[in-house]
């Protein structure tokens, strides 16, 4: 009865903490919805190599609020002693880590596949924004400066561009390189012969780089979802 009671308040804090994170999420998404301009100023780089490849704001109130629903499912469950709740939170956090595991899979089997996938999503959105929308120009002018790429696959992403249409050229990012500075005009043929590798490329070689930190980031979240769901179901089977 000691080691049930010891694991109830243990499953209770833990979700708590979760739904806390949950709360979190939801509270910058709902930020960086309504003023994304300022979260990029604060958060820089950090925040800009993935704010092109999905909608941040949006995906932070989604994720935020799964959180916070399965904190406090957890907390519920496990203060009240209720199956349903637990037997729900193991199967939501089940889905969650099969969903990881699917995802990894696929990033790490299907490269191509992905990058495809994202090029059909992204580049239409470059030619449709690029140098018109401030903030999403913003976000690509801080993510090629940082990671020193130029588009999403290369300067073919900004033809027929608002930012090409209205100079008469490609952002100078396209076209730096060790004899050519940013002040100089990024001509069709100068950003042809430099070649600049594009931003998802760069992104892949950056997460390559640091394999060990991200395989270990990802090793941690999975084994304290595998915890929680051995806590839940501990509970559960040990409940009258």
Same mark, same amino acid.
């Given at each position: ?165 209205? @100079? ?14 940013? @002040? ?57």
């Amino acid at each position: 009865m000691q080691c049930f009671s010891f694991i109830k308040t243990i499953m209770i804090l833990f979700n708590l903490l979760i739904f806390l994170c949950g709360a979190a999420l939801l509270a910058v998404g709902i930020w960086v919805s309504i003023d994304g301009a300022s979260f990029l100023k604060i958060f820089g780089p950090l925040s800009s190599s993935a704010m092109q490849f999905v909608n941040v704001g949006y995906f932070l109130i989604a994720a935020g609020a799964v959180v916070f629903a399965l904190g406090f499912l957890g907390c519920y469950g496990a203060q009240t002693e209720s199956k349903c709740a637990l037997m729900t939170f193991f199967f939501i956090l089940l889905l969650i880590f099969i969903a990881e595991v699917a995802a990894a899979v696929v990033a790490l089997v299907y490269t191509t596949m992905a990058e495809h996938f994202l090029t059909l999503l992204v580049v239409p959105a470059i030619k449709k924004d690029y140098g018109s929308q401030k903030d999403f120009t913003q976000v690509w002018n801080t993510t090629m400066t940082e990671l020193k790429c130029c588009g999403f696959t290369n300067y073919t992403d900004f033809e027929d561009s608002p930012y090409v249409r209205e @100079n008469n050229a490609f952002p100078p990012f396209c076209c730096n390189n060790v004899t050519n500075t940013a @002040n100089e005009t990024c001509t069709k043929e100068k950003a042809d012969d430099q070649k600049v590798q594009g931003c998802f490329q760069q992104l892949l070689y950056d997460i390559r780089t640091n394999a060990v930190t991200v395989g270990g980031v990802a090793a941690g979240i999975g084994g304290l979802e595998l915890a929680a769901m051995i806590v839940s179901m501990y509970l559960y089977c040990n409940l009258q």
